[in-house]
């Protein structure tokens, strides 16, 4: 049984880690492209949705260094306060204990967050298209 288990989490976090990659390359790479794009065909007004992942994809282009460091701060903070305190110390031991269950709980969160963000991204990619065909459809 345990052997399926980790087998299990293997393959959940790889299908996180390649839903969220692929959700990352689609806001760095793609999406510019396709606001450029709208922006060319002459659309002035954006759906909401477009315009929340339009500003993450400009923070992520723009000031991508600014989310590396807040994470390596947030990592390097979390370590010390593990380490140092009596608290952070009985965390970590009951962490080592459940590892298998956490690692699956992890994997399975990930593969969920990877499955919601891929559809959310492309709906507000596509999204700008129902305006671009009204603004044409109009006389």
């Known amino acids: 049984m345990r052997g399926r288990r980790d087998w299990l989490v293997i393959v959940l976090g790889m299908v996180a880690a390649l839903l969220l990659g692929l959700a990352l390359i689609e ?3 793609v999406y510019p492209k396709f606001i450029a794009l709208y922006e060319e065909m002459g659309v002035q007004e954006f759906p909401v949705p477009t315009l ?4 993450v994809s400009h923070a992520l282009v723009g000031k991508w260094w600014v989310g590396a ?4 701060g947030l990592a390097s903070a979390g370590r010390l306060l593990v380490r140092r305190t009596a608290v952070g110390q009985r965390w ?6 459940r590892r298998q269950q956490i690692a ?3 994997a399975v969160s990930g593969a969920v967050l990877g499955l919601v ?3 959310l991204v492309w709906l ?3 999204l700008p ?4 065909h009204a603004q044409l459809a109009a006389p």
Do not use: D, T, Y
């Not at 929340?52 to 500003?55: N, R, T």
């Open 69 to 72: 460091l807040l994470l390596m």
């Open 124 to 126: 507000s990619l596509f």
């Open 117 to 119: 963000a891929l559809p």
């Open 27 to 29: 806001l760095v790479v």
């Open 104 to 106: 699956l709980a992890a």
């Open 52 to 55: 929340i992942f339009l500003k």
């Open 92 to 97: 970590w031991g009951q962490i080592r204990e």
């Open 129 to 132: 298209m129902v305006s671009i």
